[in-house]
C-alpha cells in the first residue's frame, strides 16, 4: 500500500482533470475499475458538474528567471483551479494570491477555489519572507473548460444485490494521509474482498469529495446501499477513530464498536458530525444511510492536515495495514450478522436427537458450542441479531456464528 | 422588583377577599391587568368557588386591653378563613385556637382553614409562652359570605395563538418570598415581553393557589398552552431550582436544562413531584401541560417558609434580578425554537452559489457560521428542533438560530 | 424445611420413575398435590415423553464380593438412566463406564444419560485410585419401559384466573440445595398463600426439569400465565441471586429488584441467560413469559453443585427461611400492584371534602399518606403501576397501596 501512495503522491489531483484519470490509471493496476465519465453541466442533485480543470505547468519567477515557487516541485503549490495568468507584477500586487501558513512557516498549504474565479500560489511562509521586492513573471497555464467530472467504481459482486459501499475521495493533490492512504487501503480490501464470495455485493468508489460523492449519489440506485463506510485518514500514526453515522445505531455503527471494542485496539469513537468527509452527504437527512467514517487521525486534527507536511512519510504502513485489519475484521461480522427465526420457539427444541448436544447430562463445563446454540435459538424471534447474541451473551461473534450455520442447516432457524 | 415586594407585603391576601383586588390594583400599576371574578358557588373542575372571605381586624387583648396579638401588626397573625368571633375567654380555652412554632421560638406561623369553619390566631411561641394566665379578649371581624374569587391575566400577543403561560400564586398573605417575589418577577418580565413581538402569546396569570389555577383551568382553552411555567420562591439568596414538568422531556423542560447549565450558574433540576405550587394543577394528569416549576429554594426547603421570617428582607433584589435574567434568557431560546424541514435534503445543497459559504476552500478553520449552517441543514428533517441542534453541535443557540434565519431566508429550510 | 430436604434427600430421583412418585408423596404430606402422569411417548412440543426409567439396586464389586461402589449408599452412585447390566470386567474395562471429579477428589459427581442407551458408576477419584486391578462384579438392577412422566401441582385459587407460577424441579436425585430447598422453600410459600385470599392465582409446578417443564407447558393454557418464578438453589449460605426473564423489565423483574433492593439485603441481579433452570423453557421466545430465576448461589456457581456436596448439610435453615421471607414479600407487592386510573384526572380532586386530606392549611410537613395520595393521583392515567408510584415517589410501597384502597374506595381511581 505504502508503494501505491508513493506513486499516486505527485500527481495534480483535483475535483476534475487528467490528475484524476491518471490516478484511477494506476490503481487500476491493482484492481479492475468501471471509470465513469460525467460531463460539465450535468445537475446533480443541488449541483451542477463543473468545467473541468487542466494544468501544465505554472511558477513564479523572479527578475532572473529563477522560480522561486514552482508546480513541478509540488502540486500544492497552485491554489486549485486556479485560472490561467501569465504577467509580470511587484511583490506588492502578487501578495493578495499567495497563500502561506504563518504559524507553520516551514510548511506550504492547500487551497482550492473551486466555485470562484481566481488565480494563486500556496508557498511557505519562510520563501515568502525570502522574497526581495521587485517584479515577479506569475504563470500558470491551465485551462478550465467543458469536460468531464471522473469517477471509478470496483463491485465485489454477492449474494445478494444489497450493497456495501466503501468511498474514498480521489481529489486532493499531493497529500499523502488526506486521500491516498484511503484510497490504498480501500483497493487492498477489495482485492481481499474479490478472492471471497461474500454475502453483500461490495461497491468501492473512489470518487473527488463532496461533488463526486454527490455525483455518485445522483446517478445511483441508492436505495440498494444497506451500509457503508467511508475511508480516509487511513495512514497516520495515531489510533483508530470511528464517527458513527447520522442515525448513530446503524448495523455498521454497531459491527465497528464491536470490532474496535473487541480487538483492543486502542481507538476513539465518536457521534456524526456534518463536516469531514464525503459522510456529509451519505448522511444527509434524505439519503440517511448507513454509513459511517473509518479514520485514523481525524480529519483536520493533525498539524499536518492539508500541508505539505502531509506526505509519503507521514504515512506508515503498518498504519495502513492496521486500518486494513480492522476493516476486514468489521466487514467480517457484518456479512455474516443475520437476524434469524427460530422454528420452534416453544421450549427448547431438543438438540440432542439431532447430534447438536451432548448425550451425557450434569457436567457444568457446557460447552461454549452449545451455549451459542442456546443463546441463537433464544434470541432468534426475528428482532436480534448475531452481533446482538454475540454482545448480549459475551461470546466471540465466530462461535455465535458456527452455531448459527449449525441450528440453519438443521432447520432450526431461518434468516 | 424589590418595591414591589414591599408595597404588597402588608396586605392580607387570602384565596379570595379585597386583599387580593388590592394587590392587583398595584400590580396594575405596572403592567395593564384583565381582572376577572368568579362568583361563589361555581362549579370549577371539581372543586366549587368558596364564599368570599374579607377581614377588617382581629386581636387577642388581655385583661387591661392591651392588644397582645394583633392582626394590624401582621396579617399572619390571624389563621387564614377565621369566621368571626368576639368573646372572652381564659387562656387555657384559647389555646386550641392559637398556632405557633415551637422550634422557631421567634416566629410566627402561616396557617389556614379554608374548607372547615375555624376561627384562630397564630403567633410565635415567645409571645406564647409571655401570656399569664387569665382571661382574654379575642375578636376577630371577619365576614364569610358569597362573594367571588379574583385573578387576573395579562396577555402579550404573539405570531402565533400557541401560549406560554407564567402563573403565579395570589393568596399568600404577609410573605415576601412565597408569593410576592414570583409576582414581582412574573411582573416585570411580562414588560420586557410586551416591548418584543414574541413568536408565542405569553400568558401572566395571578390567581390564588390550587383553587384558583383549577377556576383558571376550568375556564379557559386549555389546548392553547403548548408551554408554562410556575414561578414562586423567586427572590430568597439559594441558587435556582427547576422542577420539570410531569412530562420530563417537555420542550420547556429542555430549554430550562439548556439555559441553566450553559449559563454556569449554580443550580439544581428536579423531576416532578405531585405537591409544590400550581404545577400540581396544571401537571393534573388529565392537563399534562408542559409547564415546570422555577424558584430559588425550592416549596418548604429553608426555615423561615410558611412564617414571619418570609419578609421583604428576606428577599434580595439581586436573586429576583437573576430569576428574571433567567426567564428572560429561557424564553428568547423557547420563542426562537423550531421545527425545520430541509427543503433540498438530498446531499448538502449547494451554499456557495447562494453566498452562504466561503469560496476559498482547504482551510480547516472552518467558520461557527457556516458549521451551524451544516448542522442546521443535516438535523432539519422535522424531528429535531434548534434547540437538538444546539445541543447535539455544541454551538450556542443563538449561532444556530442566526444560521437558520440564512437558510430560511435562502429557501433552504421551513418550519 | 430442613426437615422436609432430610427427608427427600435419600430418594433416586430421575426425570421418570418411581423415585419422583415418592418424593410427591412425601409433600404431598404438607400440601394437597395433583399429580400428573403423561405417558411414555407422548409428543410434547419438539420432545416425546421418554421411557420410564427405574432402578431397585445397583453395585461394582470385587473379587471378594466386596460392594466398593454402592448405589444403596447414595443414589448419585449410578449413573442416571443406566440401561441393565450384569457382567464380570477387568478394571481396565470397567473404567470407561466410570465417572470421577479429578479436581474434587473427595466428591462423588452426579452424571446422566438420558437420550442415549449407556451405563456406568459415579465414585469419587479416591475411591477409584483405591481399586486394584483385577475383576469386577458390575450389576445395574434398572427397567427402562413404557411408563409415565410424573409431575403435580398446587394451584391457590385467586380473585382473578391470571396466573403467577412458581416453578421447582424434582429430578436430581441425592442432591440438596439443587433440587430439594427449592422444592422446600416452593412448598411452604404455598401453605402461606393458601391461607390468604390473593388476587392472582398461584400455581406451583413441581416438575423434572427440561422435558418436565416442556410437558407442562404443553398440556396448560399458558395465556394465564401472567407472571412467574422459578426456584432452585433456593438453601446454601451464599446472598440471593436474581435473574431476570427474557424481557428484562417484567412486572416480576421490577418486583423483585425493588424488594431485593428495599430490603437491603446483600443480593446480585443478572440478565436473562438461556442456561440454567426451566427459566429456559417458559422464556423461550414462543411463550416469552414474565418468569424470573430466583437462587441464593446461582446455578454451577459453587463447588459443591452436581456433587455429593450438595448434602442437606449444605443447606441452611436459615437460608431456607430468608429466601422465603424474599419470595413472601415479593409476592405481596406483585399481588397488589394496579395500573389505576385516575377518575378525576383535571386538576386535583378536591381530597378535603371527602375527608381524605387535612383541613388545616400551611403546614410543610404534610403527612406521608397524604403525599402518597396526590402521588397515586398524579401518576393513575394508566400506564403507571403503583410500584412505579412507589419508586417515584419514594414511598414505601405499603403506604402508595393503603392511599389506592382509600381514593379507590372513595370512587377516584378504578383498576
Same mark, same amino acid.
Given at each position: 500500500?505504502?508503494?501505491?501512495?508513493?506513486?499516486?503522491?505527485?500527481?495534480?489531483?483535483?475535483?476534475?482533470?487528467?490528475?484524476?484519470?491518471? *490516478?484511477?490509471?494506476?490503481?487500476?493496476?491493482?484492481?479492475?475499475?468501471?471509470?465513469?465519465?460525467?460531463?460539465?453541466?450535468?445537475?446533480?442533485? =443541488?449541483?451542477?458538474?463543473?468545467?473541468?480543470?487542466?494544468?501544465?505547468?505554472?511558477?513564479?519567477?523572479?527578475?532572473?528567471?529563477?522560480?522561486?515557487?514552482?508546480?513541478?516541485?509540488?502540486?500544492?503549490?497552485?491554489?486549485?483551479?486556479?485560472?490561467?495568468?501569465?504577467?509580470?507584477?511587484?511583490?506588492?500586487?502578487? &501578495?493578495?494570491?499567495?497563500?502561506?501558513?504563518?504559524?507553520?512557516?516551514?510548511?506550504?498549504?492547500?487551497?482550492?477555489?473551486?466555485?470562484?474565479?481566481?488565480?494563486?500560489?500556496?508557498?511557505?511562509?519562510?520563501?515568502?519572507?525570502?522574497?526581495?521586492?521587485?517584479?515577479? %513573471?506569475?504563470?500558470?497555464?491551465?485551462?478550465?473548460?467543458?469536460?468531464?467530472?471522473?469517477?471509478?467504481?470496483?463491485?465485489? +459482486?454477492?449474494?445478494?444485490?444489497?450493497? /456495501?459501499?466503501?468511498?474514498?475521495?480521489?481529489?486532493?493533490?499531493?497529500?499523502?494521509?488526506?486521500?491516498?492512504?484511503?484510497?490504498?487501503?480501500?483497493?487492498?480490501?477489495?482485492?481481499?474482498?474479490?478472492?471471497?464470495?461474500?454475502?453483500? *455485493?461490495?461497491?468501492?468508489?473512489?470518487?473527488?469529495?463532496?461533488?463526486?460523492?454527490? *455525483?455518485?449519489?445522483?446517478?445511483?440506485? /441508492? %436505495?440498494?446501499?444497506?451500509?457503508?463506510?467511508?475511508?480516509?485518514?487511513?495512514?497516520? $500514526?495515531?489510533?483508530?477513530?470511528?464517527?458513527?453515522? $447520522?442515525?448513530?445505531?446503524?448495523?455498521?455503527?454497531?459491527?465497528?464498536?464491536?470490532?474496535?471494542?473487541?480487538? %483492543?485496539? +486502542?481507538?476513539?469513537?465518536?457521534?456524526?458530525?456534518?463536516?469531514?468527509?464525503?459522510?456529509?452527504?451519505?448522511?444527509? +437527512?434524505?439519503?440517511?444511510?448507513?454509513?459511517?467514517?473509518?479514520? &485514523?487521525?481525524?480529519?483536520?486534527?493533525?498539524?499536518?492536515?492539508?500541508?505539505?507536511?502531509?506526505?509519503?512519510?507521514?504515512?506508515?504502513?503498518?498504519?495502513?495495514?492496521?486500518?486494513?485489519?480492522?476493516?476486514?475484521?468489521?466487514?467480517? /461480522?457484518?456479512?455474516?450478522?443475520?437476524?434469524?427465526?427460530?422454528?420452534?420457539?416453544?421450549? %427448547?427444541?431438543?438438540?440432542?436427537?439431532?447430534?447438536?448436544?451432548?448425550?451425557?447430562?450434569?457436567?457444568?463445563?457446557?460447552?461454549?458450542?452449545?451455549?451459542?446454540?442456546?443463546?441463537?435459538?433464544?434470541?432468534?424471534?426475528?428482532?436480534?441479531?448475531?452481533?446482538?447474541?454475540?454482545?448480549?451473551?459475551?461470546?466471540?461473534? =465466530? *462461535?455465535?456464528?458456527?452455531?448459527?450455520?449449525?441450528?440453519?442447516?438443521?432447520?432450526?432457524?431461518?434468516?
Amino acid at each position: 500500500m505504502h508503494e501505491l501512495v508513493r506513486r499516486l503522491y505527485p500527481l495534480c489531483r483535483s475535483i476534475t482533470g487528467d490528475g484524476v484519470r491518471a *490516478t484511477l490509471d494506476i490503481v487500476g493496476e491493482y484492481l479492475p475499475l468501471q471509470v465513469r465519465e460525467v460531463p460539465t453541466g450535468t445537475r446533480v442533485l =443541488d449541483w451542477t458538474v463543473p468545467q473541468e480543470w487542466n494544468i501544465r505547468d505554472a511558477y513564479v519567477a523572479d527578475a532572473s528567471g529563477r522560480r522561486v515557487v514552482d508546480f513541478a516541485a509540488s502540486s500544492l503549490h497552485v491554489l486549485g483551479y486556479s485560472v490561467p495568468v501569465h504577467r509580470t507584477m511587484p511583490l506588492s500586487e502578487l &501578495r493578495a494570491h499567495l497563500y502561506t501558513l504563518p504559524e507553520q512557516p516551514d510548511l506550504v498549504p492547500y487551497r482550492t477555489s473551486y466555485y470562484q474565479p481566481q488565480w494563486g500560489f500556496c508557498l511557505s511562509q519562510n520563501t515568502l519572507d525570502a522574497l526581495p521586492d521587485g517584479d515577479y %513573471e506569475v504563470r500558470i497555464d491551465s485551462t478550465l473548460a467543458d469536460g468531464h467530472l471522473t469517477y471509478a467504481e470496483h463491485v465485489v +459482486p454477492g449474494q445478494v444485490t444489497d450493497e /456495501v459501499i466503501v468511498s474514498c475521495h480521489t481529489c486532493h493533490p499531493s497529500l499523502a494521509n488526506d486521500n491516498l492512504a484511503g484510497i490504498a487501503v480501500a483497493t487492498f480490501l477489495a482485492r481481499e474482498l474479490a478472492e471471497q464470495q461474500p454475502y453483500y *455485493t461490495y461497491r468501492f468508489i473512489y470518487a473527488p469529495g463532496t461533488v463526486g460523492a454527490i *455525483t455518485w449519489l445522483a446517478r445511483n440506485r /441508492v %436505495e440498494r446501499v444497506k451500509h457503508g463506510l467511508v475511508l480516509a485518514c487511513a495512514g497516520d $500514526r495515531g489510533p483508530l477513530t470511528y464517527k458513527r453515522s $447520522r442515525r448513530g445505531d446503524a448495523e455498521i455503527d454497531r459491527v465497528m464498536r464491536y470490532v474496535l471494542v473487541n480487538s %483492543e485496539r +486502542p481507538h476513539s469513537t465518536h457521534d456524526f458530525t456534518p463536516y469531514g468527509y464525503d459522510e456529509r452527504q451519505y448522511c444527509s +437527512p434524505g439519503f440517511n444511510l448507513g454509513v459511517g467514517s473509518l479514520t &485514523r487521525t481525524p480529519y483536520a486534527a493533525y498539524p499536518e492536515y492539508h500541508t505539505s507536511g502531509d506526505n509519503p512519510d507521514f504515512v506508515s504502513a503498518d498504519a495502513m495495514a492496521d486500518t486494513l485489519a480492522v476493516c476486514r475484521e468489521a466487514f467480517a /461480522v457484518l456479512d455474516r450478522n443475520r437476524h434469524y427465526v427460530n422454528q420452534s420457539p416453544y421450549g %427448547e427444541p431438543q438438540l440432542g436427537r439431532r447430534g447438536l448436544y451432548d448425550s451425557l447430562g450434569g457436567r457444568s463445563d457446557a460447552k461454549e458450542a452449545q451455549l451459542a446454540m442456546l443463546w441463537v435459538l433464544n434470541l432468534s424471534d426475528g428482532t436480534h441479531s448475531l452481533l446482538d447474541v454475540a454482545e448480549r451473551s459475551g461470546l466471540p461473534f =465466530d *462461535t455465535v456464528g458456527v452455531a448459527a450455520d449449525a441450528l440453519r442447516d438443521a432447520g432450526l432457524i431461518k434468516a
